[in-house]
Nanobody, 118 residues
Framework: QVQLVESGGGLVQAGGSLRLSCAASGSIFSFNAMGWYRQAPGKQRELVAAITSGDSTNYADSVKGRFTISRDNAKNTVYLQMNSLKPEDTAVYYC????????????WGQGTQVTVSS
């Protein structure tokens, strides 16, 4: 079972930027896709961005044009660059991985808190 460890969260003012990192204990190339989810208090967890082994990406409408997901297979790390942050981006951000296209994301990190102040 791969272990995913997120880092890079913190407190930032609206309009600022953060870069989240997700380090995997094994090769991320073996996964069909890696993703970033977030969960705000009282809300359901939602997919923010995902990237496949072929480098195809998709984003939630709420973050398109502001967030960028990328991967470094050599470092077994996935990144989420977050620009123009808004208070509504405040949430715990989770890294996730799925092995096959037909499965759900089954491996999860412990999460990292992102707080955007107005």
């Amino acid at each position: 079972q791969v272990q995913l460890v997120e880092s890079g969260g913190g407190l930032v003012q609206a309009g600022g930027s953060l870069r989240l990192s997700c380090a995997a204990s094994g090769s991320i190339f073996s996964f069909n896709a890696m993703g970033w989810y977030r969960q705000a208090p009282g809300k359901q967890r939602e997919l923010v961005a995902a990237i496949t082994s072929g480098d195809s990406t998709n984003y939630a409408d709420s973050v398109k044009g502001r967030f960028t997901i990328s991967r470094d297979n050599a470092k077994n790390t996935v990144y989420l660059q977050m620009n123009s942050l808004k208070p509504e981006d405040t949430a715990v951000y989770y890294c996730a991985a799925k092995r096959f296209p037909w499965t759900d994301f089954g491996s999860w990190g412990q999460g990292t808190q992102v707080t955007v102040s107005s």
